[in-house]
Structures are given as C-alpha cells and as structure tokens.
C-alpha cells in the first residue's frame, strides 16, 4: 500500500452521515461506536462523533482531488444537494480559480467544507 493520508471529520450521527454520503456512492468500510470509514473508489472518508457540533461554526475540511471532478458535482446535484452560499447542506458550482485548478465546494450537513479539486 503506498503512503496516504485520510480526511477525519466529524459527524453528529452516523447514520445520518453514512445516509448521506452514500448518496454520493460512498461504502462503509468499518463502524463502530468512536469511528465510521467510507470509501468511493480510492477516495477515503474517516468520521469521528461530534454530536454537539454546530455546522454553522465548523471549521472542518479537506480536499478531494478527483479525475473527473464535474462528474462528481453531477452526482451531488443528482442527490439533491442544492446550490448556494448558506444552508447544509450545499454545493458550489465549479469554478477556475486563481491557482488555475478547478474547484467546486461542498458542505456537507455537519457544515464540513470538501473543496473537489480537479486532477491536472
């Protein structure tokens, strides 16, 4: 197995977040009562309890850098995740960026920010 790092976010329930994220075809590799991990394609989510965490006031995020990233943003609109600025959770449409990559943003229901690289 080569060298990886894992995303760990925190999820107010469980259930709810596998529910969700399994929208986006995501897998439960393993759960427990202090730990849930899924997986899409060789992209790994790992989730640690945090129930009294406000979305509003999160500050929890990661990068997915994806090869076909407007295929992804695809499937989250396909689930119904809506457009916008504020609410959870919600989707931002991809744009260039200065950096010159391309870049959609994601906020998932615990108010966790995925920013959905486009791979070069």
Same mark, same amino acid.
């Given at each position: 197995?080569?060298?990886?790092?894992?995303?760990?976010?925190?999820?107010?329930?469980?259930?709810?977040?596998?529910?969700?994220?399994?929208?986006?075809?995501?897998?439960?590799?393993?759960?427990?009562?202090?730990?849930?991990?899924?997986?899409?394609?060789?992209?790994?989510?790992?989730? *640690? /309890?945090?129930?009294?965490?406000?979305?509003? +006031?999160? &500050?929890?995020?990661?990068?997915?850098? @994806?090869? =076909?990233?407007?295929?992804?943003?695809?499937?989250?609109?396909?689930?119904?995740?809506?457009?916008?600025?504020?609410? *959870? /959770?919600?989707?931002?449409?991809?744009?260039? +960026?200065? &950096?010159?990559?391309?870049?959609?943003? @994601?906020? =998932?229901?615990?108010?966790?920010?995925?920013?959905?690289?486009?791979?070069?």
């Amino acid at each position: 197995m080569a060298d990886r790092a894992t995303p760990n976010l925190p999820a107010r329930d469980f259930d709810r977040t596998e529910a969700f994220y399994a929208k986006l075809g995501f897998e439960r590799t393993w759960r427990d009562g202090g730990w849930m991990i899924l997986r899409r394609g060789e992209v790994q989510l790992e989730f *640690f /309890p945090h129930p009294y965490l406000d979305p509003s +006031e999160s &500050s929890f995020g990661c990068c997915l850098r @994806l090869d =076909d990233m407007p295929a992804f943003v695809e499937i989250c609109r396909a689930a119904g995740i809506n457009a916008g600025s504020s609410g *959870f /959770p919600r989707l931002q449409a991809p744009q260039r +960026e200065h &950096s010159g990559l391309d870049i959609a943003y @994601l906020v =998932d229901h615990d108010g966790s920010l995925l920013r959905l690289v486009q791979n070069a």
